[in-house]
């Protein structure tokens, strides 16, 4: 096996890429922290196990590049490259925590940062099964005094816009969205040679009103059926057409929602 360079990464730098120095640096000039919770688990035949943690991590370095040419000094915390990604265990490679343990780690990343000093927590959702203990760790967490946590779900505001962006028809879990995605982030993961058509995401049948996911702004849950089931190759749609010029406008909108939601939140 050789050694040569993989891929190269763009900044700003995130915590861990920081000096203990330069994150007590940045204390004297902020409190916020925005914290990526992603995945690493299967997203067909083409894209990388850590394809959520790609976008997550991407997306807050462009949030917080974005905030500062604003003014607005924030830390993009530490990726967690680990989700609750238990319907996507058949296939090989995926690594889920159960609920309790995704829990107990974003509990422990949380107070860490706290006793640090930092006391205006983002989590940044880049894997719709961390959902629910996103939910209930900001619930939790935002109990400390003088702590608040804002959970941030770009889903449902991204998928509203995909008709002006995308080339087909949807963008679901491995397709052409996210692909799109991980192309603008790092291209030398992309196997787009392998790609493959997966079903549409949620089916092709009538559907009913809000009956739709709720990571995705809907109204419904339904996890019984792992991902085998739904999808043989670990992906939804046509994820063919995706190119880097179009990750980059997901991006782009991710970015001026994100950013817009945390300066109205905290008042900045
Ligand atoms: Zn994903």
Not at 40 to 60: R, Y
Not at 65 to 72: D, N, Q, T, V
Not at 142 to 165: A, C, D, H, M
Not at 199 to 226: I, Y
Request: hydrophobic share 40%; glycine share 12%.
């Amino acid at each position: 096996m050789n050694r040569d360079v993989i891929y190269a990464v763009k900044g700003p730098r995130l915590l861990p890429e920081m000096t203990s120095e330069e994150v007590g640096e940045a204390l004297k000039h902020t409190d916020i922290i925005l914290i990526p919770v992603a995945s690493t688990e299967v997203h067909g035949p083409h894209l990388p196990l850590a394809a959520d943690t790609i976008q997550g991590t991407d997306a807050v370095r462009r949030i917080v590049a974005r905030l500062a040419s604003e003014g607005i000094r924030v830390v993009g915390g530490l990726p967690i490259p680990l989700g609750v990604s238990m319907q996507q265990m058949d296939f090989p490679g995926t690594i889920s925590l159960t609920p309790d343990t995704m829990m107990a780690v974003l509990r422990d990343v949380c107070n860490s940062v706290i006793k640090h000093g930092f006391r205006r927590i983002v989590l940044i959702m880049s894997h719709d099964g961390n959902l629910g203990t996103l939910y209930s760790a900001a619930e939790e967490i935002s109990k400390q005094p003088g702590v608040r946590v804002l959970l941030i779900n770009w889903l449902p505001f991204l998928r509203s816009k995909y008709t002006e962006v995308l080339k087909s028809k949807s963008g679901g879990h491995g397709g052409e969205g996210e692909t799109a995605r991980v192309l603008a982030s790092i291209p030398e993961l992309v196997r787009l040679d392998r790609a493959q058509v997966g079903p549409e995401e949620g089916g092709t049948g009538p559907k009913l009103e809000a009956d739709v996911s709720v990571h995705f702004g809907g109204g419904t849950f339904d996890p019984a059926r792992g991902l085998r089931d739904k999808t043989p190759i670990g992906s939804f749609g046509d994820p063919r057409g995706a190119t880097a010029e179009i990750g980059e406008k997901c991006y782009a909108i991710i970015e001026d929602w994100a950013c817009e939601v945390i300066r109205r939140h905290f008042a900045l």
